[in-house]
């Protein structure tokens, strides 16, 4: 099903810009290996309507998604211009990853179904799973460009092959979450109530599960260069590094935070600095994984709200608050 979609373009204010204290990442790597000063910049989006799920492209834009107004976002970074399109009303658009051709991916939790946006033309091509209410919510992308996703309602993990429009699906049980993709390219899926990790493995359709324990409840994950994957314990305030060869837990760390912080979104740039958003506390967290040191980074919006991230080709981690309704960069 394919839609033409409506434009709107704003001109953005910057909020504020300051250097953070520090002491001594639809999940994701960048190639970028950028020192990290510490300064934090932000702006209000032209709908703050539950922003959320920013995406980098290959020249720099960031992409969101503002799911309780229908609408796909743009900002340029270069002009400080947002851009927005409207989707078909009850899309309530979640999750996005920009695909190699320059398409944007996301779900619907309103209809079930994914969807490929040209922002170029304005056009919303719709693929539909097989459950109106399979609610997908996080998606990744593969070696070979198929994207998959959670469906937080069906209890399953999707995999879309965009060219032949094809939706091939695999029950892992209730309430999956964050997904990443390994380097032999199986699908690790967090279900947040179960307090597990299941792998789909791509080669036999097999789902294996790993326990992080009762209440540890396991929220997005991301893929580090060297292999390890690492998934945010928002029910515990640690961190887990995972050995997906292995399949076992390698090392759980605590966060600054606390068993109360609410570590969230997970984010590995191209260097393998890990970046933890702690949802409870305002801050965002840089962990070194080979001496173990952790650099906070205090936000300057309070209850932002960072649900997910993005690391563009610089190593910027750019984040959305979806409470306070902002667009924020640390460089």
Not at 76 to 105: H, S, Y
Not at 279 to 288: C, S
Request: proline share 5%.
């Amino acid at each position: 099903m394919m839609y033409s979609l409506k434009f709107w373009s704003y001109i953005a204010i910057a909020l504020t810009a300051c250097d953070a204290l520090a002491q001594g990442p639809s999940g994701g790597v960048s190639a970028g290996a950028r020192v990290i000063s510490g300064k934090i910049s932000e702006w209000s989006v032209p709908t703050a309507r539950y922003p959320r799920d920013p995406v980098a492209t290959t020249d720099g834009s960031i992409f969101f998604a503002v799911q309780k107004g229908d609408k796909i976002a743009r900002f340029d970074p270069k002009t400080q211009r947002f851009q927005e399109w409207d989707v078909p009303e009850g899309t309530l658009p979640k999750g996005m990853v920009v695909a190699a051709d320059g398409k944007v991916i996301f779900g619907s939790l309103g209809n079930g179904s994914i969807n490929e946006f040209d922002s170029v033309s304005g056009r919303l091509r719709e693929f539909r799973t097989s459950s109106r209410d399979s609610a997908p919510y996080t998606l990744t992308l593969d070696a070979r460009g198929n994207t998959w996703f959670s469906e937080r309602t069906s209890g399953n993990v999707g995999k879309l092959e965009r060219a032949s429009a094809k939706i091939t699906e695999y029950r892992v049980g209730d309430d999956p979450y964050g997904i990443a993709v390994d380097k032999l390219g199986n699908v690790w899926v967090s279900r947040r109530a179960a307090g597990i990790l299941a792998k789909v493995d791509v080669k036999t359709g097999m789902v294996t599960e790993l326990h992080l324990g009762l209440g540890s409840q396991p929220r997005c994950a991301a893929m580090a260069p060297n292999g390890m994957l690492w998934v945010s314990l928002y029910g515990t305030g640690k961190l887990a590094k995972v050995d997906p060869v292995a399949n076992t837990v390698v090392k759980l760390y605590d966060m600054p935070g606390g068993p109360n912080g609410g570590p969230y979104a997970v984010n590995a740039d191209g260097l393998g600095r890990i970046w933890v958003s702690e949802i409870q506390t305002d801050n965002v967290i840089m962990f070194y994984p080979h001496t173990e040191a952790m650099r906070v980074f205090r936000l300057p919006s309070r209850n932002s709200g960072i649900r997910s991230a993005t690391i563009d080709g610089e190593g910027r981690y750019w984040y959305v608050g979806s409470h306070a309704g902002t667009l924020g960069v640390i460089e």
